[in-house]
């Protein structure tokens, strides 16, 4: 079965860290670009993240860049997204997403004093 499941999120307080993954099954990700993306309380749409591309350096959104780091590990088949310095603004559903549509389920950060 294709599909893409994230894990990692949780309750953290401003300032704090936390990594998320992304595991994929059913396809290989070293051939996809791979994105991030977030879904934040009362607000509607998805917001881009980040972006992996299958060769060539990640790219980030401006509200991110500096705190989060994207990577991936081929041999695992995984995705990750290394977020520093939370903010309240943060605060949303992340999902992991293939170029072609494809996303996960999404997981739950909070950060939150």
């Known amino acids: 079965e294709v599909q893409l499941v994230e894990s990692g999120g949780g309750l953290v307080q401003p300032g704090g860290s936390l990594r998320l993954s992304c595991a994929a099954s059913?396809?290989?990700?070293?051939?996809?670009?791979m994105k991030w993306v977030r879904q934040a309380p009362r607000k509607e749409g998805l917001e881009w993240v980040s972006t992996s591309y299958a060769s060539g350096r990640p790219t980030y959104a401006d509200s991110v860049r500096g705190r989060f780091t994207i990577s991936r590990d081929n041999a695992k088949n995984t995705l990750y997204l290394q977020m520093n310095s939370l903010k309240t603004e943060d605060t949303a559903v992340y999902y992991c997403?293939?170029?072609?549509?494809?996303r996960g389920q999404g997981t739950q950060v909070t950060v939150s004093s």
């Open positions: 997403a293939r170029d072609d549509g494809l």
């Open positions: 059913g396809f290989t990700i070293s051939v996809y670009e």
